[in-house]
């Protein structure tokens, strides 16, 4: 079952401007993990925050948690042609190994 | 330092016949992952390999599904008798180790006639 709910389904912003994404969760986790999707192939890593963290950059990567609220955001600042993707945030369940991935959401940059 | 490769990149079968996916993960990552994704949807946990452990195939969605991984290494995901509801994008992926993050294979798309 998906426990990651992402918001919103899509996305379409200019080129520069900042990509806001959420996602929100349902158990207790161990870590909340996003992924990039280009195409509808494979995936790709960008960044894991773990439980006892608020926040977390990676370049133009911003990510929060708030295990109070079951929440993290996903912000890309300066958007760029290139991030035109799709965003998944997964689960990361205290003691299980598998992750639980949203539905995803669709980020369009226009030039 | 390859990443995970699958392989067919796409297949295309009969409803009735058996595939058979396979799949090559990290070099020495010890968790393997196999995922399904339906068009615009999300992933499906299938299976996960773990070391020597025995799999957890909770996500299979029925007995036509089996996986195996021989070595610790390759793994094959085996579809028979197949329906037209099994067309999607297999994914595989592995870590070093649960629960960190997961390399991802470009995925077999498969479609069942």
């Known amino acids: 079952s998906q426990q990651g709910e992402e918001d919103p389904q899509a996305l379409s912003i200019q080129e520069g401007e900042n990509a806001t994404m959420n996602c929100s969760y349902k158990t207790s986790i161990n870590n909340l993990q996003w992924y990039r999707q280009n195409s509808g192939r494979g995936l790709v890593h960008l960044i894991l925050?773990?439980?006892?963290?608020r926040e977390k950059h990676s370049g133009r990567l911003r990510v929060t948690l708030d295990t109070s609220k079951k929440s993290s955001s996903l912000l890309i600042t300066a958007s760029r042609a290139a991030d035109t993707a799709s965003y998944f945030c997964?689960?990361?369940?205290?003691?299980?190994?598998?992750?639980?991935f949203g539905a995803g959401t669709t980020v369009t940059v226009r030039a | 330092g390859a990443g995970v490769s699958q392989s067919p990149s796409n297949k295309v079968t009969e409803k009735g016949k058996d595939v058979e996916l396979r799949c090559d993960p990290i070099s020495g990552h010890t968790a393997l992952y196999w995922y399904r994704q339906s068009l615009g949807q999300g992933l499906e946990f299938l299976i996960y390999?773990?070391?020597?452990?025995?799999?957890?195939k909770s996500g299979l969605p029925s007995d036509r599904f089996s996986a195996e991984r021989t070595g610790g290494s390759v793994s094959t995901l085996t579809i028979q008798r197949t329906q037209q509801e099994d067309s999607a994008v297999y994914l595989c992926?592995?870590?070093?180790?649960?629960?960190?993050?997961?390399?991802f294979g470009p995925g077999t798309r498969l479609l069942v006639l």
């Open positions: 390999f773990q070391g020597n452990s025995a799999p957890d």
């Open positions: 997964a689960t990361g369940p205290l003691n299980d190994y598998k992750l639980s």
């Open positions: 992926a592995s870590s070093l180790r649960g629960p960190g993050p997961q390399y």
């Open positions: 925050i773990r439980s006892n963290e």
